[in-house]
C-alpha cells in the first residue's frame, strides 16, 4: 500500500492558507465596476441628494425610483427622511435648506403615491444600453400601504399623534412605460396660510406643552417643508413640516416651555397664532395636568 | 525528488489556488467604498443627475461640488467622461444634451466664485 504523502499535503494546505491570506486581507481585489449599494454611508447621502436634486428638477418620480433602488436602502422614505434631518441639523447654510427641501420633497412625492422602491440592485444591461439607473420602463410600481412604514393617508387627512393607519388591500400595477414627469411637489410662496383652526389638546399621553402645527394646501393636503416661526419674549425658533412623516407631512410640533407666550407663523405668510400658552387639563380623576395646543393652517 | 521540491512545489501550488479563489472566484466582499470605484454606468447616470440638477439651478459651483466626489479628477473632466459614455451607450438625445450643457458649464468654471 502506497503511503500517504503528508509532508506534502501539508505544504500544499499551508500555501492555500498563504494564499488566501493574501488574497483576502493583504492584498485584496482592487475594486473597480462596484454598484451604488457598496458605497460608504457619506457617498450614499451624496448619491440621494443628487436623485433628490434631480427629480426636484425634472418631476420624473418612475427614475428618481429607479436611483433609490441602487442604494438598498430598505425604506427609501425613511432614508430620505432621515437625511434630511442630518442635514437640517448639521448645517444650517441656505443651500443646505435648500437640499433639504428637495430630500424632503422627494421623500413627500414617494410617500403621497405609496410606493415600496423595489430593493433588489439590478445587475443586468437593458436591451437599448441604457445603464440600468436610468432604465425605467420595467419598474413594477407595488402599492402596499400594510406594508409601508407611513400610511398612505397621511398626506390626505389630519391624524392624532396615536391614531393606528388602517390596513387596506395590497394591489400591484406594473407600468407598462416611464411615466410622464409630474410636478415636484416643493412648497411655494402663494397666498398667505389662514390658521383655520386652534384648539386646545388634553391628552394625558401627550407630552406636556406639545404644540402640533398642521399645515395643508387648498387641496386640503399636507405640505411638507413648510418653514415655521415661533416667537416669544426674547427668543425665536424655526422648525419644519415633515420631518415626522409616520404624523403626517404637514405635521411639525415643539415643546412649550411653562410660562411663556408664544406667538407663530408660517415663514411664508400667514395669519398670526398669538398668545399661546400651555393650557390646564383635568383628568377624570379630577388632577391638572399640563395640555398641549394644535393649531391648522391651509393655503386658501 | 528531492525533499526540498516535495515540499517546495505543493506550497507553491497552494499559493497559487489561494490566489485564485481569494481574487478570482470568491474575492472579498467590500462595502464602504468611494464613488471613483462605480461602474461607468452609474458614474455616467450620476452625472446625468448633476446635469438635470444643474438645468433647473445652473450654479456651476454646486454641481462642481456634486462633481467631486468623484475624487481627484476635475469636474469638466468627470462630466465629459460622462458625456462620452452617454454618446456611445445609447442615452436619450435629450439627456446627451443636458450632460453637454454640463460640460461646458464646467469647462468654462474657474473654481473662482
Known sequence: MRRIPWGMLLALLAGLGLGLVYAWTISPARVIDSQPVALRADFKDHYRSAIAAAYSATGDLARAQARLSLLGDTDSIEALNAQAQRM??????????????????????LDQ????????????????????AVNTANVVVTINPATSTFPASTSEIPIEPTETPQTIETQTTPVAATPRPTRTFIPTAGSPFKLTGQESVCDPNLPDGLLQVLVFNSNRRQMPGIEILITWEGGAENFFTGLKPELGNGYADYIMSPDVIYTLQLRSGSDIASGLTIPTCQSPSGDAFSGGIKLTFQEP | MSRFL??????ALGIVLGLLYG?????????????DTLRADYKADYVLM?????RAQPDPGLAARRLAIFGSQSPSAIAADGLAYARTNGFDDADVALIQELVTAMQAWSGIP
Do not use: C, H, M
Not at chain 2, 50 to 54: L, P
Open chain 2, 50 to 54: 448633476t446635469a438635470e440638477a444643474y
Open chain 1, 113 to 132: 403615491n405609496a410606493v415600496n422602491i423595489p430593493t433588489a440592485t439590478p445587475t443586468t444591461r437593458s436591451a437599448d444600453n441604457t445603464p440600468d
Open chain 1, 88 to 109: 437640517l441639523a448639521s448645517n444650517a447654510s441656505g443651500q443646505s435648506f435648500n437640499e433639504a427641501d428637495q430630500v424632503v420633497a422627494l421623500a413627500s412625492a
Open chain 2, 6 to 11: 516535495k515540499i517546495i512545489i505543493p506550497l
Open chain 2, 23 to 35: 481574487w478570482v472566484i470568491d474575492p472579498a466582499d467590500f462595502f464602504d467604498l468611494t464613488p
